[in-house]
């Protein structure tokens, strides 16, 4: 059993103030995995303090010295990958395959890609006689989420370091040994003292000291929409910046073509991965109301080839990550039956002969309205819902008629419309065809958050700007 009682203050492995407890579930079995020591506001102050006397040197560093620094969390980051996959199976139960393919790997692609980024940035600008700059933003503070842990970490993490910024994290507790282990990862780094600090606890303690701290300079907060309004009004009374990814109901429009099955095939397939706990998951497939039928055999095909168990067996789906998680979503399944949608696949309950462990059954909805519950809320379970339309017109307004905008999908074979209706789509990112680019600028349009992730567009998040007028060019000054 793993035992986690210290945070990284200041360079160093440091006791709680007051050491308290939590256990640490595994999901798939509902057995204690391991314990970690839960913060308090007297620690992150501590570590506040030890990031606010790390920047003044760090955020003078060169863009050598960051990238040489980079490389060598790069290095320690791919000594450890086997042990960051498989402490995201055994914190939130995803499966081996892909923790191994992709929910650990996914923070070497962050790094690598700041790396690059950092490499050509430009962080300053000649305007005439006017020099602009782009400056560190100063101490951040990283409230993380246990859906993609890694992910979530590595993609703040990366542009901060890059940028000259210094930070404390508090990684989920509900999945915290990844963000433990990365902490190593930092430390055997060689990270300067006090640049990263890692304090595990809870929202409303730990997440609440960190965005309201007087210290902190910005917050970067990725969960549900409903924590995030949270984050923004412990923040506002200090006015520091604000930068959130948060929830999403993401719109999967089906073109009326040849490729329908496939593309209602590739649907299922992405609002099924990671157990549907992915903020920007496909849950509303939109297919032409003619097709409905063949849409729904489609589906339930696909549906029906995803297994479910033992996330260090070969199955495609594991458990969902709480007891909270599974009660929820099994209440919102009750409710597509209730309010009258046609059940395809799954349903409530566990898969059969799954007793222990929070299991859901792949679902599948059809002749959903999008004003159905089931179509308006964020489920975060492997549950998706098929609504009906007469026209291209109607697809984009139902598919703009939510209060969230994290992301978009268009899938045909006919390239200008699908690039046609992308640009009507109100979402922070829209992929045609399945395309994923790890490069690309993620976050969202209205209740998705503000701000941007991944790649060069990050870098952005983690500056200010500094205007010098009559900071003349050397030449012009001669």
């Not at 792949?362 to 519950?373: D, E, G």
Request: charged share 20%; glycine share 10%.
């Amino acid at each position: 059993m793993r035992e986690y009682l210290k945070f990284y203050i200041d360079g160093q492995w440091v006791d709680p103030v007051a050491l308290k407890t939590l256990d640490v579930e595994n999901p798939a079995t509902e057995t204690v995995a391991g314990r970690i020591a839960l913060g308090s506001a007297a620690d992150v102050d501590k570590a506040v303090t030890a990031a606010r006397k790390a920047f003044p040197a760090w955020s003078q560093t060169t863009r050598e010295e960051r990238i040489e620094l980079m490389n060598r969390m790069l290095a320690e980051y791919q000594k450890r990958l086997g042990d960051l996959a498989e402490a995201v199976t055994e914190e939130m139960g995803a499966p081996a395959y892909l923790a191994q393919r992709a929910q650990a790997p996914t923070g070497l692609g962050h790094l690598s890609a700041a790396i690059d980024v950092l490499k050509d940035f430009k962080f300053e600008d000649d305007r005439g006689s006017t020099m602009i700059v782009k400056e560190p933003v100063g101490v951040c503070g990283f409230i993380t989420p246990w859906n993609w842990p890694l992910n979530q970490i590595v993609c703040k993490v990366a542009p901060a370091i890059a940028t000259g910024c210094t930070m404390v994290l508090k990684p989920s507790e509900v999945a915290p040994f990844s963000g433990q282990i990365f902490a190593e990862i930092m430390h055997a780094a060689g990270v300067p003292a006090g640049v990263f600090n890692l304090v595990h606890g809870d929202g409303p303690t730990v997440g609440a000291a960190l965005s309201s701290h007087p210290g902190v300079d910005m917050v970067s907060f990725t969960g549900s929409t409903r924590a995030g309004i949270e984050v923004a009004k412990n923040a506002a009374p200090t006015v520091k910046r604000v930068h959130q990814e948060l929830g999403g109901k993401s719109p999967n429009i089906i073109l009326d073509d040849s490729v329908l099955a496939k593309s209602v095939a590739r649907g299922v397939t992405a609002m099924m991965t990671n157990s549907g706990q992915s903020c920007n998951a496909p849950t509303r497939m939109l297919v032409p109301a003619a097709r409905m039928d063949e849409a729904i055999t489609a589906a339930r095909a696909a549906a029906a080839e995803i297994t479910v168990g033992d996330p260090n067996g070969n199955t495609k789906l594991g458990p969902v990550a709480s007891r909270i998680q599974w009660d929820k979503i099994q209440r919102l399944i009750q409710v597509g039956v209730d309010e009258g949608a046609t059940l395809v696949i799954g349903g409530p309950g566990r898969p059969e002969g799954l007793e222990t462990g929070h299991y859901v059954k792949p679902t599948v909805f059809a002749n959903v309205t999008n004003q159905m519950t089931i179509a308006r809320e964020e489920i975060f379970g492997p549950v998706l819902s098929i609504l009906g339309y007469d026209s291209l017109d109607q697809a984009i307004a139902v598919g703009n008629d939510t209060e969230y905008g994290l992301a978009a999908y268009v899938n045909g074979e006919d390239l200008e419309t699908a690039r046609a209706v992308a640009r009507r789509l109100r979402a922070g990112q829209v992929s045609i065809n399945g395309a994923y680019d790890q490069n690309a600028p993620f976050g969202g349009y209205k209740m998705s958050g503000n701000g941007r992730e991944w790649g060069d567009y990050a870098f952005h998040e983690f500056l200010e700007t500094k205007a010098m007028p009559g900071y003349a060019p050397k030449a012009a000054a001669e």
